[in-house]
């Protein structure tokens, strides 16, 4: 039974078009992300919901919107595809452990397999 | 800002060989560390852990990995490398309610 997965695996569209990629977790965490993963591997958070309400929203084109519906699911939508967001996004979950003397504390992460997206 | 250096980019080990990979952090508080692997077409999997208590920690696949204050360092070690070991590595902290990810190391293992 997968922790964390996303669909679709693979998603080849042209530029211009909209697309979404939807995730779910069953392992009951609070909160969710999406994180973008570049050609050289590098990892960038993108977005995070806490029991559907975002606490992160780095610099990303307002092209992209993510949904939480429920605290067990979070969606990425992109409208207006570009070449640029060809990637692999990352849907992952992880438990909060609270506040502590240095702010939030993180919990591991729980990754799903990634939506490997590309713009032609 | 807080962050995580990854120096290394590319290491090429023989099988059987011992492993470091080096992360270094920069945080002005305890930090919460990671690290994380990931297989060719995979997601990240998580290998160990650093949250407090006992700077030496062990993780899964008989890696280990030793915080160090002193030199803001998170190494990942390994005794003997398998050839199902050749993935990429990424160290992460915990910041502001999420990771931060290290640009991540490459390793191949020769047979």
């Known amino acids: 039974d997968t922790a964390v997965s996303q669909t679709p695996k693979y998603l080849v569209t042209q530029m211009g078009n909209d697309k979404s990629i939807k995730c779910e977790q069953n392992?009951?965490?609070?909160?969710m992300y999406w994180y973008k993963q570049d050609s050289k591997k590098f990892l960038k958070i993108m977005f995070s919901y806490n029991n559907k309400e975002l606490i992160i929203n780095e610099t990303v084109p307002n092209r992209f919107s993510p949904k939480s519906p429920d605290k067990a699911h979070l969606n990425l939508h992109i409208n207006s595809l570009e070449l640029g967001d060809s990637a692999v996004y990352f849907c992952?979950?992880?438990?909060?452990?609270?506040?502590?003397?240095?702010?939030?504390?993180?919990?591991?992460?729980?990754f799903g397999e990634g939506s490997r997206l590309t713009v032609l | 800002a807080q962050s995580v250096t990854q120096p290394d980019i590319h290491i090429t080990v023989s099988e059987g060989a011992s492993l470091e990979l080096r992360c270094n952090y920069s945080y002005g508080a305890t930090p919460y560390l990671f690290w994380y692997v990931q297989s060719p077409g995979q997601g990240l999997q998580l290998l160990l852990k650093?949250?407090?208590?006992?700077?030496l920690v062990q993780g899964i696949k008989g890696f280990e990995a030793e915080f160090k204050r002193s030199q803001s360092s998170f190494n990942l070690r390994k005794p003997s490398v398998h050839w199902s070991d050749a993935a990429e590595y990424f160290c992460a902290v915990a910041v502001r309610r999420a990771l931060t990810f290290g640009s991540g190391t490459r390793l191949q293992v020769q047979p």
């Open positions: 650093y949250f407090s208590g006992d700077t």
């Open positions: 992952a979950s992880s438990q909060d452990m609270g506040f502590g003397l240095a702010g939030w504390n993180t919990g591991e992460l729980f």
């Open positions: 392992l009951g965490h609070d909160t």
